[in-house]
């Protein structure tokens, strides 16, 4: 303590101005500013006005004033600072709880005047490298500067650019929207004589099958009856039938007298002609049972384009899936029934191929063909029309989006758009793809992993363009989605230059770029600002 | 930090199994036994009270001057104890008993008893052949032995103090031979076997067998899938206490539960049984990282404590309810009485009934026999940053920065398990942590200190140099079949090196030299983690117990190890020093004794409010059995606070012995500043307050350190006539003479704390107001209110000019808070020395001073007139609490004459300030008010 009172309770400061030396008195720890506050002589009253003390008390190293406006050169005031010159460099004010606490906090040393800790006066040394280092960041700032000049001369190029292109994409729309009207009336129109063509092809080729089938009934007729009459004596006799035990319309295994009578429509026995009623109520089981081949389909063909179209949609019919061709192919799983029918001609497969070879369908005359290849042209044309308005739609949108991003005051940020910047590390690589995701990926193997997709800027109030935040990214084990915080600083080259994972899952990267560099002041102005001298 | 990253890491290999169990949320209570699923605590407690079935054999009875021996005999199966009394100095008996001829020898705990107890002669009063009667000293203070049934009372004049084996609980299973060794599969399936024991006594008495008969688990047990091989058979033991006319009970920690013991009839006793417990669940008796099987009984008369002394794992139950008064026929009712039984699966019964009468007795009586608390360098008691993990240097740096930026103090920063190169302890990240000197050389600048962790599994990796040197030494714990074992843990496969053995211990701490441990600096402690031992694939995630530390069992000397690892680092510590600085050692495992190397705490807890709370019960339970200094992870280690209760934990931590921010891995960065200016505001003078107060903290680790006291106190240890005070842990005393009631409850808007003392008065410390004693004291709180008392008749320095770190307030002066009684006494102490040597020891270099507020006056004498330590600490400021305005206050110091001191004196609250009498700290002095 005694040592404390034996210094000087003024500080002399060493004032450079304009090349003149000029020694200014004031109590230690005092700024110029602040210097008229402290009169020798004349009691001092707290800045905070709180209370008058006599001049002696201040810097005295007891703490009366609620401010510590008192002790500016002491540690007695919890609240007081401490102001250091700092000659060289720049001044500065600590808390004055770090006056005389073994550690050098001014480098003009003025802080540690009594703990006996050995303090270097650093001031010049701190200058000249902040001095440095301001002039090569003004170069930075400078170059960087000039290049977001240019970038915002490109992005503003750009943005014209797409705006046109936005303009012409959105004209070629109403023409192909229009083109896609007309060609629907196209095939719309072209579609109807086709429909009926072909329904009369069909009608004409169901009444054509439908002849063939009963002509093959009675064919079949006539074997059974041969068969039936055991005897051969041109009738079909109840014991005759009765050994047929299959017939037994009840099914309960035995085909009693009065069952057969019923069969043959109460006669004792029947001739061909007669027959022709009995076999309408026999044939089914007659055929079961006598026929290895299953009956013959009672489907008309209309009926089988339309399962035809349909079971490639379902698995309800997998033996059709059994008889098909293995190269089949698997993209006219999509198509409709129609278009089915229209492409692969009944005759190509149907399930009566496998045991009617000779009933498939004929191909359509000629006329018939014409109007359904004229309809699958007009339905060919306006399909592509739609695909083209589609393809022009998506790009519309896509530039929308591209326009409609906050690239910044000045489109500056617009250069980055589809970009991808990487940094390794010594396990990962780093991949920042800006308006898009921040991912990692290990360099020895593993998937990559989503460090979070684009959220928006995030920097403070006053310069929200500093900061991007990147969220959403793959989640973490107890945590939270995997996060990004991207600051940017101004640089010559876009890169990024550092990441780190400050909390688990919270990533933090750092990124040059020219975009953000702001107009450099003056170097004089730059120095000016910064040092009192 | 604990097995969560091996759970990831299983989680990853079983995606779909983690999907379908979501966030594991709190212990997995199946990962842990049960008394009923532990074989010996199953057996044991199978057993009723009643009659007992040993005998005492009054003819063996031979005495020497402080010994007295005599022979226990089993009734049922002839099987003899040996039982040894001892009369120890200062109010102790110490009952050991084991058996007479073991086939082989039973475990006795080494290392933790400081000395050979010293006795004090017993003499034979009367003896008949119902018993003999002991003196124990004093005037009318006697041992009852009966004979039949064996049974131990102690009474002072006509009152029993305590009985044991009242109850008739005494059970030893003696160490025996395998009958049937062609029958490998005793499994707990196979259920009873032929009794093929004792042959020789089936003749004589053979109506109860029982204990004879080979029970399920007695030669193997499986838990899970782990198989404990048991080639020594059963081995356990118990013993009952029966403290009549006791209601309240208390220690035997680690539990997360309230400082009262509950009673566990019912229910599961309380497991002494070191774990790493993953999300460990608050109130109930489930064993936690540490064991201190010492109990203290209390009431308005009388405080006791029982030292069971056994490394095993253990189980107390506790039951308490009213008994008649026996013998008594006069209808004069029901007294209360606790009964307490431990019951251990192996060693002897080696148990200290330490008699008070008042806690500190208690207290001294316990040191006497364990030793006290490591005076811990002073800035150890300051604050600590901790965070799983601080990435690498820049990060250390930038967080370091952070402090000063905001202007808050800290002492410590720590690192955690991923500071190093792949978990092997002792070695640095290349790549995180290239430059360690330089790194530790930045905090010493800022006179700051680092905290390394080093634990006790060593990844088995025979190009890391410390693996490689204990396997060929040798230094390895092994497995039943005399293999290194070996467990999993953080570096994956790891040995765990043989604490136990000396040898090893001292080659442990050469490792802690600078030139051995590359990249320490003398700024740089220790951490030790992990200390149960923690072995992720083992059962209960420990050690087999059948793996074996030299010619013991791990099953006799569990509880030891933690307490061991400790013992071995601060040894390094010291030794690295050359004997000169005092070590800091953070431990999770702990043992009676640990006292002795350094800190604990509370290990893995919760961000919850219920945690916050328990921090507190917690950490008295273990103040009261001789572990002052702990402390919980302030802000909660698993999950994330809210601002509200970081905040809080901050101002309850801020008063805590232990003052350490910690997280895990996975939570969001806590940093006091990233809360906002109002809520860093709140931390940055929660953590100043801490600062401001540190000569009173380190105070009170000198006074734990000489008496064993200790420093966080319930209420009833200060007021122990005072019922109310019984069952408080909300609030509790550090010291005598600061009363703190934290809040810890959401959105509190007051709190009611209860202030002790008939006739006392207690001061707001924030506020000077005085309130009265032997209240309840509704006070409203803010974000900004961290409610604390001055005891009316205290007298506490303060340093109030915080600085960066506790190093930088070295040579500030100091503020006397002189708090009046309603006499207008008051009386405090000061102790100063250089805060980290051993130099208060060796060269008695130390200030302690008494301060006495009386008759108007206050002084400053010394109290060690033969030690000295030059301080460049004086006297700014006196604030008198409970003052009248004086006419004139005049400075009368040694050798610098007299003079006048200026006062302002504000008759409102009746607060006196002298302004700046200007004394050095350690001279003589008086000031006179007038």
Not at chain 1, 291 to 307: F, G, I
Request: glycine share 8%.
């Amino acid at each position: 303590m005694s040592l404390v009172k034996l210094l000087l309770l003024m500080s002399l400061a060493l004032v450079m101005r304009a090349g003149a030396a000029v020694e200014i008195q004031r109590p230690r720890g005092v700024p110029l500013s602040k210097r008229q506050f402290y009169e020798e002589e004349k009691p001092f009253t707290c800045l905070d006005g709180s209370r008058t003390i006599p001049f002696d008390r201040v810097n005295d190293d007891y703490c009366d004033c609620k401010d510590g406006s008192d002790e500016p050169g002491t540690a007695a005031c919890p609240n007081g600072s401490f102001h250091c010159t700092n000659a060289g460099f720049r001044p500065a004010f600590i808390p004055s709880s770090r006056i005389n606490d073994g550690i050098c906090d001014c480098c003009d040393t003025t802080d540690e005047y009594n703990s006996g800790a050995t303090c270097q006066n650093t001031c010049r040394e701190l200058g000249r490298k902040e001095r440095e280092s301001l002039q090569k960041m003004a170069e930075v700032t400078r170059e960087g500067f000039m290049l977001k000049q240019q970038l915002i001369h490109e992005a503003k190029k750009g943005q014209e650019e797409k705006q046109v292109k936005l303009t012409e994409f959105q004209s070629t729309k109403k023409g192909l929207e229009e083109k896609v009207e007309a060609l629907r009336t196209v095939k719309e129109i072209a579609e109807e004589p086709e429909k009926e063509a072909k329904e009369r092809h069909l009608k004409a080729w169901e009444e054509q099958k439908e002849l063939i089938r009963m002509e093959k009934d009675k064919a079949r007729m006539a074997e059974a009856f041969l068969e039936l009459d055991d005897d051969a004596d041109g009738y079909v006799s109840v014991a005759e039938l009765q050994s047929h035990p299959e017939l037994d319309p009840d099914s309960d295994g035995s085909l009693t007298e009065t069952e057969t009578q019923g069969l043959l429509g109460g006669a004792d026995k029947v001739d061909t002609t007669a027959f022709e009623s009995v076999w309408s109520s026999i044939k089914g089981k007659y055929l079961l049972e006598s026929q290895s081949d299953p009956p013959a389909p009672v489907e008309t063909p209309q009926e089988e384009a339309r399962d035809l179209g349909s079971d490639h949609d379902s698995d309800h019919y997998p033996e059709d899936y059994a008889g098909e061709d293995e190269d089949e192919e698997e993209d006219e799983e999509d198509d409709d029934p129609e278009e089915e029918e229209d492409k692969a001609p009944p005759t190509v497969r149907t399930p009566e191929k496998k045991e009617d070879d000779e009933m498939s369908m004929p191909p359509y005359d000629a006329e018939t063909q014409g109007l359904v290849d004229a309809a699958q042209k007009a339905r060919d044309d306006f399909d592509e029309a739609e695909r083209a308005l589609r393809e022009v739609d998506d790009q519309i949108k896509s530039l929308e989006k591209e326009i409609g991003f906050d690239f910044g005051p000045s489109a500056e940020f617009a250069y980055l758009y589809s970009q991808c910047y990487e940094l390794s590390t010594s396990e990962y690589v780093y991949r920042l793809c800006p308006f898009n995701r921040v991912s990692q990926k290990p360099k020895f193997g593993g998937s990559e992993t989503n460090l979070g997709l684009w959220g928006q800027w995030a920097g403070p109030e006053d310069n929200i363009y500093a900061v991007m935040k990147y969220d959403h990214g793959t989640g973490c084990w107890q945590g939270p989605n995997r996060s990004t915080t991207v600051k940017l600083t101004c640089g010559k080259e876009t890169v990024v230059t550092s990441t780190s994972e400050p909390s688990r899952c919270e990533y933090l990267m750092e990124f040059t770029t020219p975009a953000v560099c702001q107009e450099p002041p003056s170097l004089e102005e730059a120095l000016h600002g910064h040092t009192e001298l | 930090d604990i097995i969560p990253f091996f759970h990831r890491m299983y989680l990853q290999l079983t995606l779909v199994l983690s999907i379908s169990l979501g966030i594991i949320q709190a212990v997995d209570r199946s990962n842990f036994k049960t008394c009923e699923q532990s074989a010996f605590c199953s057996r044991q407690r199978a057993l009723r009270p009643g009659q007992s079935s040993y005998r005492a054999l009054l003819d063996t009875l031979e005495l020497s001057d402080s010994r007295l021996t005599l022979q226990l005999l089993n009734n049922n199966n002839k099987v003899r104890l040996l039982l040894e009394l001892y009369r120890l100095q200062g109010n102790i008996t110490r009952v050991k008993i084991n058996e007479l001829k073991p086939i082989k020898p039973r475990y006795e705990v080494p290392d933790v008893l400081i000395t050979d107890p010293p006795t004090e002669p017993m003499s034979v009063v009367a003896q008949d052949e119902r018993g003999v009667v002991l003196s124990l000293g004093g005037v009318d203070r006697r041992l009852y032995v009966n004979a039949q049934p064996f049974r131990l009372d102690i009474m002072e004049g006509p009152k029993l103090v305590l009985s044991i084996n009242s109850r008739g609980l005494l059970a030893f299973e003696q160490l025996r031979m395998r009958k049937d060794t062609n029958d490998q599969k005793d499994t707990e399936e196979a259920g009873k076997k032929e009794d093929t024991e004792k042959i020789e006594d089936k003749a004589s008495e053979g109506e109860e067998q029982e204990m004879e008969v080979d029970q399920p688990g007695m030669w193997e047990e499986t838990f899970k899938s782990h198989v404990d091989s048991k080639p020594n058979g059963p081995s356990s033991i118990s013993l009952d206490f029966s403290l009549p006319g006791v209601e309240h009970v208390y220690g035997i920690p680690e539990h997360a539960d309230s400082l009262r013991l509950k009673n566990t009839d019912g229910g599961d006793p309380y497991r002494l049984y070191n774990l790493d417990v993953f999300q460990y669940e608050l109130f109930n008796p489930m064993a936690l990282y540490g064991a201190v099987p010492v109990l203290l009984s209390h009431n308005t008369h009388r405080t006791t404590g029982l030292f069971w002394l056994n490394a095993a794992e253990t189980w107390v139950d506790i039951s308490s309810g009213q008994v008649g008064l026996c013998g008594r026929t006069d209808g004069s009712g029901e007294v209360p009485q606790t009964d307490v039984r431990w019951i251990s699966e192996s060693g002897i019964i080696d148990v200290f009934i330490m008699l008070g009468p008042r806690p500190a007795d208690v207290f001294s009586q316990y040191a006497s026999l364990t030793g006290t608390q490591a005076f811990p360098p002073l800035s150890s008691l300051a604050y600590h940053q901790s965070r799983w993990n601080y990435n690498d240097q820049e990060d250390v740096a930038a967080v370091d920065r952070g402090f000063d930026e905001h202007d808050i103090p800290y002492d410590f920063i720590w690192l955690d398990i991923e500071h190093t190169d792949g978990k092997r302890y002792f070695t640095w990240d290349k790549n995180n942590f290239p430059q360690p000197k330089d790194m530790l050389q930045g905090l010493m600048d800022k006179r700051r200190k680092m905290v390394t962790i080093v634990d006790p599994h060593i990844k088995v990796d025979s190009s890391y140099k410390i693996h490689s040197e204990i396997r060929s030494r040798g230094y390895y714990v092994k497995n039943k079949d005399g293999g290194d074992y070996e467990g999993w843990c953080w570096p994956g496969n790891a040995g765990y090196p043989d604490f136990t053995n000396p040898e090893m211990r001292t080659w442990w701490a050469s490792m802690f030299a600078y030139d051995q441990y590359e990249g320490s600096m003398e700024n740089l402690y220790t951490w030790n983690d992990m200390n149960e031992p923690s072995v992720f694939n083992g059962p209960e995630v420990t050690m087999l117990k059948d793996a074996l530390h030299g010619p013991w069992e791990h099953r006799d000397v569990h509880n030891l190890y933690g307490l061991y690892v400790q013992m071995a680092t601060a040894e390094g510590q010291i030794r690295r020093s050359g004997g000169l600085e005092r070590p800091f050692v953070l431990s999770r495992s702990f043992f009676a004794g640990s006292q002795r190397y350094g800190a604990v705490w509370t290990g893995d807890n919760s961000a919850e409010w219920g945690h916050l709370k328990m921090s507190i019960p917690m950490c008295l339970s273990l103040g009261l059995v001789g572990i002052s200094f702990c402390g919980a992870d302030v802000g909660g280690f698993f999950k994330t606070p809210g601002t509200e209760l970081l905040v809080r934990w901050y101002q309850a931590g801020a008063y805590q012995p232990f003052f350490r921010a910690h997280a895990h891995l996975d939570t969001p960065r806590r940093e006091p500043w990233l809360f906002g200016p109002d809520n860093t505001a709140l931390i940055r003078e929660a953590v100043r307050q801490r600062y401001a107060l540190l000569p009173y903290w380190y105070l009170q680790f000198y006074q734990a350190h000489r008496t064993g006291q200790p420093v966080m106190r319930p209420l009833w240890v200060e007021y122990p006539e005072d019922v109310t005070t019984f069952t408080i842990d909300d609030g509790y005393l550090i010291g005598r003479d600061l009363l703190v009631h934290p809040v810890t409850d959401e959105g509190s808007r007051g709190v009611t704390v209860y202030l002790p003392g008939n006739g006392e008065v207690w001061y707001d410390v924030h506020t000077f107001q005085r309130h009265d004693g032997a209240l309840h004291l509704h006070i409203p709180v803010t974000m900004s209110t961290i409610p604390v008392f001055q005891r009316g008749g205290s007298i506490i320095c303060r340093k109030n000019r915080i600085r960066r770190s506790s190093s930088c307030m070295e040579n500030d002066p100091f503020t006397l808070y002189v708090a009046l009684d309603p006499q207008g006494n008051a009386e405090g102490e000061l102790y100063v020395d250089d805060g980290h040597t051993f130099k208060h020891e060796t060269d008695r270099q130390f200030i302690h001073r008494r301060l006495r507020f009386t008759s108007n006056t206050l002084s400053s004498s010394d109290l060690s007139p033969d030690s000295q330590f030059p301080t460049a600490s004086w006297v700014e400021k006196v604030v008198i609490l409970g003052a009248q305005e004086p006419k004139a206050v005049t400075l009368t110091s040694s050798g610098g004459g007299e003079s006048s001191v200026e006062f302002e004196f504000d008759p409102v609250t009746l607060v006196l300030t002298l302004r700046k009498p200007d004394v050095n700290a350690g001279v003589d002095w008086t000031l006179q008010l007038q």
